[in-house]
């Protein structure tokens, strides 16, 4: 397992992130700790979760369950500082959370603490806004994605609410990091310079969609990652499981995600199809597993801190964890470019 440095912070991260979205659900708790004892004993120092989660289905029932099954976790195997803890607050858009508020500073306070309890735990090293309250392009929305409408002046003065408040949760001790998730380049941008200006916190990391099938990363969000040192944790890098193989031609197995969210977020549609199939393919011809050749190609680029992986099953654990030590070669890379730049934008 490789390590590499959160942000511009003295936080160090796996390169391999355990994700965590299925406990509760998908997922018992049972099962959820025998996940997480697999992944600290290979190496794996970062968990990644939220207030929202489990999401395979999310509902005002199972809100919050996953990080209470972290919370049980940490306190029966007291392995608290073994672990570096992300969780995200929510935005609005879900009644059974603050109303259906959107994110301010009065939410982030009620959140964090509300995560504090539910973690058994007195800091959380990463706390990540989930998604920004104005629109943006991910989970499909980048068809009809249009900033234009957009309010700066009422974008900005949140930005600068939420900093300030997270400043004081961060000087108090509950929070050594903050980072961002579903932005875009202006947004973390702009919460870069406002922090600067202010002597705010600086965002640390930005958690967005990035697999062989959605690379919009490989843009301008790698220069900003290179100048700013803001690295990406990519979530979905086996897109939602379309990149093993186990959805073509129309499959759809019984217990699978897509058997329980349809379409996978706009994932699993025609378009996915082709080039899902040609990665697939190519893994076999080199005798690559085909998740582990997803994953060890986002292990490849420079602007990734770590790759979030999900599972529901211990071999799909152990499979994914394996990634980490696969390196490709570079015929591989090069096959994976053809089929690039012949699907550009498959999702």
Known sequence: MKYK??????ITVSEICLGTMTWGTQNSEAEAHEQMDYAVAHGVNFFDTAELYPT??????????????????????GKRKDVVLATKVAGAGRPYIRGGAPIDGGTIRQAVDASLQRLKTDYIDLYQIHWPNRGHYHFRNAWQYDPS???????????IEKLEVLGDIVKSGKVRAIGL???TVWGTQKFLSIAEKKGLPRVASVQNEYSLLYRTHDLDFAELSH????GLLAYSPLAAGILTGKYLNGEVPAGSRASINGDLGGRL?????????AYVEIAGR????????ALAFCLTRPFLTSAIIGATSMEQLRTNVGAA???LTDEVLQEIAVVHRRHPMPL
Do not use: C
């Open 5 to 10: 440095t959160l942000g511009r912070t003295d």
């Open 56 to 77: 395979t289905p999310v509902s005002a029932e199972t809100y919050a369950d996953t990080e209470k099954i972290i919370g049980n976790w940490f306190q029966k195997a």
């Open 149 to 159: 409408t957009q309010d700066k002046a009422r974008t900005v003065a949140e930005i």
């Open 181 to 183: 998730s579903n932005e």
């Open 227 to 230: 100048y700013e040192d803001v």
């Open 269 to 277: 549609q025609p378009h996915q199809e082709a080039p899902a199939a």
């Open 286 to 293: 080199h005798g690559l597993d085909p998740a582990q050749m």
């Open 325 to 327: 030590d696969i390196t």
